[in-house]
């Protein structure tokens, strides 16, 4: 998909927040609906899951610490911001997301949730897409962001 036809869904990019807080919910609520799995496969999720889940909350929470006096819950950046390249921005270009995701995940499997599972890849095509449409506000604001663009992964460390 050409990056330029994503929508801006607002002038600071509302719409995309909007959404993304329904996802949010929806995945919640879906982890709640009930195991799917038992015995040791279930084990091994609510294991593999509680692990994901802290892995991603220190992943978002350490994009947002990084982010200091620029974070912002809109994609399009604040007047004034300045283009973050380190902590966890060395590692990803969007953490934040993608710790979203990757505690998505483990909600999913942590709760033996199938839905809640589809949710989450439902939410890392929803980043992928809110990701795209703010780097390019962040290209036109910070001249230095495609080559930051070039030697950083998008939303998962060492991964994508």
Avoid at 109 to 116: F, I
């Amino acid at each position: 998909m050409d990056s330029r036809r994503i929508p801006d869904l607002g002038p600071r990019g509302e719409g995309w927040v909007l959404i993304q807080v329904g996802l949010f919910v929806a995945i919640a609520l879906a982890g709640l609906a009930g195991p799917a799995w038992r015995g040791a496969p279930r084990l091994a999720g609510v294991l593999f899951g509680v692990l994901a889940i802290g892995g991603g909350v220190l992943l978002t929470g350490r994009g947002i610490l990084d982010l200091r006096e620029n974070l912002t819950p809109f994609p399009k950046p604040m007047e004034g911001g300045r283009l973050v390249e380190s902590g966890s921005y060395r590692l990803a270009r969007h953490p934040i997301y993608g710790g979203a995701i990757i505690a998505a995940f483990g909600w999913g499997l942590a709760t033996a949730s199938p839905l809640a599972v589809l949710g989450a890849l439902g939410l890392g095509i929803f980043f992928d897409l809110k990701s795209r449409r703010e780097e390019i506000w962040l290209a036109e604001r910070y001249p230095d962001y495609p080559a930051y663009r070039t030697r950083t992964r998008r939303l998962i460390p060492w991964v994508y």
